[in-house]
């Protein structure tokens, strides 16, 4: 089966702990993306990778971290510093280098902060 | 299930009826879009895409238009069904730039 996997499907973190979503595709799609989505808005974007060691900033990208040390893994680590972490996360891949770059997305990690 | 969208604005249809959702994107530059179905607890799912030098595409019961003057996207869903149920999104994209997502429009279909 061709897709994006995340896991784990729910997290629970404490506050001051970091925690880290896992995102694999099988897709050979160069670039990946990580969303943070909130009830009543629309999907921000966190930090997107166009290609493997290469990864750059979104719109909401402070109290988060991420590393692209393979092309089929994406992972997404939610630090101490996110202020307000809880929120359902989702990631996503497209073949970028042409200006249609549809994104598809994995199943979603809800992360609750107790 | 998980909600997405607490104060999504809402459209109620009976099975059976077609459904219309609309989206107003922002620039005018975009030659891209795409429309999105999210269900309760999971990730969006791809539904239909539309380049700007077209004005409709058509999908299995699904009908995208693009009105470029009046920057208006809408999605019609043919003989709407109980597990069309969810908040249906658009999203644009202009050249290599990034793409856009709009908030959405939850779907309610009833029997």
């Known amino acids: 089966d061709g897709g994006i996997t995340q896991s784990p499907k729910y997290l629970f973190r404490k506050e001051g702990q970091n925690v880290t979503l896992s995102c694999e595709q099988n897709l050979n799609h160069d670039a990946m993306y990580w969303y943070r989505q909130d009830p009543g808005q629309g999907l921000r974007l966190i930090y997107y990778s166009q290609i493997v060691n290469d990864f750059q900033k979104g719109d909401i990208a402070e109290g988060y971290s991420v590393s692209r040390e393979k092309k089929e893994s994406f992972p997404l680590t939610v630090t101490s510093a996110q202020k307000n972490p809880t929120a359902f996360y989702l990631c996503?891949?497209?073949?970028?280098?042409?200006?249609?770059?549809?994104?598809?997305f994995g199943p979603g990690t809800r992360l609750t902060v107790l | 299930g998980e909600s997405v969208g607490l104060h999504l604005p809402t459209l109620s249809v009976q099975e059976g009826d077609n459904s219309i959702i609309n989206c107003a994107y922002s620039?005018?530059?975009?030659?891209?879009f795409i429309w999105y179905k999210q269900e309760s607890g999971k990730g969006p799912q791809f539904i239909i895409d539309i380049r700007s030098n077209m004005d409709k595409r058509q999908g299995q019961r699904v009908t995208v238009l693009l009105n470029k003057t009046v920057k208006h996207l809408s999605l019609q869903i043919a003989a709407t069904q109980p597990g069309d149920s969810a908040v249906y999104f658009c999203a644009e994209k202009a050249g290599f730039q990034k793409l856009v997502f709009g908030t959405g429009t939850r779907l309610l279909v009833s029997p």
């Open positions: 620039n005018s530059a975009s030659d891209y």
């Open positions: 996503a891949s497209s073949n970028p280098g042409t200006s249609t770059d549809t994104q598809y």
